[in-house]
């Protein structure tokens, strides 16, 4: 029952809001039924932590400790968000940058995205998760092209081409996993593309099949994880997109593509018994945290700017889940959490800083403190965050990660220290004339909705200065369950 109202109440919101989201309480509407989909995830996580892992409707949906976990972080995020989009989008539209035409367009597919990612994490079937991610890309395509622009337009196009291309890839790979498990579940149908039968016989998988597979798989969804160098489509898609867009394809869509490498990362430890899996995944980590580091000091535009710290922050949590292990895992999973929380909080703020503004170059926003406050605190309390300066939970996570590198992988070490200490450069010296100065700016016509970037920012704080033990026992399993 949970299941079907998680995945029921944004499906009926998108085809509510698809008939009347012009109309003038569509935003509210679509906070309810993101409210309700946040109730239907919490009793979701209720029922997991009173009876375990559960299946449901003839095995095509599963449910354990890892993907309930993101199922209510994509919740809460996707909850805050529609809050934070209610004022924002009114003020769009108040500067002539939308008609009603398009905010019905927004609410009803920003509803079918929280459904498309939503099905993608509890599905059971492989091929089914593959359709989930493409709904998710189709949906997002046309909320990047919103405003119509001609920047938006082609933004929209390279994320359609790139991501269609990555999404073909993996379905290849799909198909190939199915190849791999013909001789043992192929009388099961579509059954023998179930992630719990083919986790049963891993071991026995065809080896050579399943590490090509998971090639194919690695490349097609790491395309949407945004890992260098399939990587082009998400700046571009970030600063044409409405920020709220930026938030959840930051905070939400990255982490379900990687849940979805990292559930075929499983099975492929299990058929090779080697590490290459987990090799593939720290070159590819390591590769995108190195370049968006460097990449950040050339941007000029704030919600480039913080597309390319997400690069950096996939890298290092794909880094995480490459090495393995109970504390590797726990901390990439930490670090998930603190990531998206972090990051839909900054682009809260930056999106009314850059309707401060009237425009999103960095060199001509200044003295957000002195026009409004909040705006300037929530963007730097949130760049502090995401820059790991303690007590924020990100320095928790990256310290966890750091010292699990020492000890196991040393020669990584000073590659990761040096990417880091180049984006927090890159970053800290750029948000302190935005937030710092003098300006004649005027206040906004609306009050900014900044109130979810304030609570995201103080679960973030808390985590780093204590993890409940309930939550901390919820990570410990998850871990174990991606180890293995």
Known sequence: MEILLVLGCPLLGAALLAAAGAKRHAAEVSVVVSLATLLAAAALVARVIRHGPITAWDEEFFIDPFNVFLVALTALVGFTTAIFSRPYMRIEANQGRLTPARLRLYHSMYQLFMAAML???????????????EMATLSTVLLVS????????????????????????????TALLYTAAEDLLGGEGMGALLWTHLDAVKGQLEPRVMGMAFVFLLVGYGTKVGLAPLHNWLPDAHAEGPTPVSAVLSGLLLNVALYAVIRCKILTDGALHSNLPGHMLMGFGLLSTVLASFFLWRQRDIKRLFAYSSIEHMGIITFAFGMGGPIANFAALLHMTMHSLTKSAIFFAAGHATQLSGTQRMDKIRGLLAIHPSVGWGLMLGGLAILGMPPFGVFTSEYLILTTVMRDHPWATPILLIALAVAFGAIFSRLQPMVYGDTDTQPLPHSPALVPAFIHLGIVLMMGVYIPPALAEWYRLAARLIGG
């Open 146 to 173: 919103l405003y119509r622009t001609r920047a938006s337009i082609e933004a929209a196009w390279k994320y359609f081409i790139l991501c269609g291309v990555g999404i073909a890839l993996a379905l290849f790979g």
């Open 119 to 133: 099905l993608a994490l509890t599905t059971n079937n492989m091929g089914f998760m593959w359709v989930a991610m």
